[in-house]
């Protein structure tokens, strides 16, 4: 069932992070977790109204979302998915699409026009099924780490 992530929904939303890290590939993630730093995300995305979790008796999904001024405007607002992630074994299901679905919404409500989904999408999301709702792949980014 897909509903509003709650403040009750902190711990379990942690555990889905702690469990979607080795999925990451980034050496820091690797290096470091802090589950207190995926609190306050998951915390301040609850306070404004962008986290979904899809919940099937235990939380096997997330989608954490911030509304924001876009960086050349004062008055333009956008909205970036930070992280959408689906536990494997509902990958293949529909949680991914609801939860996306239900954020967009809330960009329609909200009168959004620009709404970023970055690279922490582990789900059964795809170019092809994103370019469903209007997305295209704008742009890669490049990663350095240093350890």
């Known amino acids: 069932m897909l ?3 709650e403040i009750k929904d902190i711990p379990s939303i942690v555990k ?4 979607q890290r080795p999925e990451t590939h980034l050496a820091y993630a690797e290096k470091g977790f802090s589950p207190s730093k ?3 995300l998951t915390k301040g995305s609850i306070q404004q ?3 979904w979790v899809y919940d099937t008796g235990i939380i096997s999904g997330m989608l954490l979302a911030e509304k924001r001024l876009n960086m050349f405007s004062d008055t ?3 909205a970036a998915i930070n992280v959408l992630y689906v536990t494997p ?3 293949k299901g529909i949680a991914a699409g609801r939860m996306l679905k239900a954020f967009l919404a809330k960009c329609e409500e909200e009168k959004i026009k620009m709404v970023w989904i970055g690279s922490s999408v582990k789900s ?7 370019s469903k709702y209007g997305f295209k792949l704008q742009e890669q980014f490049y990663l350095k780490e240093t350890i």
């Not at 059964?124 to 994103?130: G, K, Q």
């Open 3 to 5: 509903r509003l992530a």
């Open 76 to 78: 333009i607002v956008e």
């Open 16 to 19: 889905l992070f702690a469990e």
């Open 38 to 40: 995926c609190a306050n």
């Open 49 to 51: 109204g962008y986290a």
């Open 89 to 91: 074994n509902y990958r």
């Open 124 to 130: 059964s999301l795809t170019e092809e099924s994103l």
